[in-house]
């Protein structure tokens, strides 16, 4: 998980991020330098070997986060992963669903946003 050493030490010495942001696609360089350096708002890249054992990873380290915010391509992934966020104890944990097959230059195309609780997901907005 790129960026959970970041936010492991910055809850070691008594900070925390107020929001992370969850990534499933890879990510360029700008993207990955948000996960390198302690910051209010805090990058967490999962490849697709961690997005298969979400469920099995240690998410202790958000634990009183305010607001996380997970992005991908795969609903049922999203669900799983707001879930395995809810369970380790996050705040206000939300997914944007997006079709990256849209634009063959690249662009992205939002379809869904979900709100993930205990017990229950709901959605926010759907295209």
Not at 13 to 31: G, H, Q
Not at 71 to 89: F, H, M, Q, T, W
Request: aromatic share 4%; net charge neutral; hydrophobic share 40%.
């Amino acid at each position: 998980m790129r960026g959970a050493d970041t936010i492991l030490t910055m809850r070691l010495n008594r900070k925390a991020p107020t929001i992370v942001y969850i990534e499933t696609r890879p990510m360029n360089d700008l993207a990955k330098s948000y996960t390198e350096r302690p910051r209010d708002d805090m990058d967490l890249h999962l490849d697709p070997s961690e997005v298969a054992r979400i469920e099995t990873l240690d998410l202790r380290f958000l634990v009183g986060i305010q607001v996380v915010l997970i992005s991908g391509v795969n609903e049922r992934d999203l669900d799983r992963i707001g879930a395995a966020c809810v369970k380790a104890g996050a705040g206000r944990v939300e997914s944007a669903l997006y079709d990256d097959n849209a634009d063959p230059f690249g662009a992205l195309s939002l379809l869904k946003t979900k709100l993930h609780t205990k017990g229950e997901v709901k959605t926010l907005w759907a295209l």
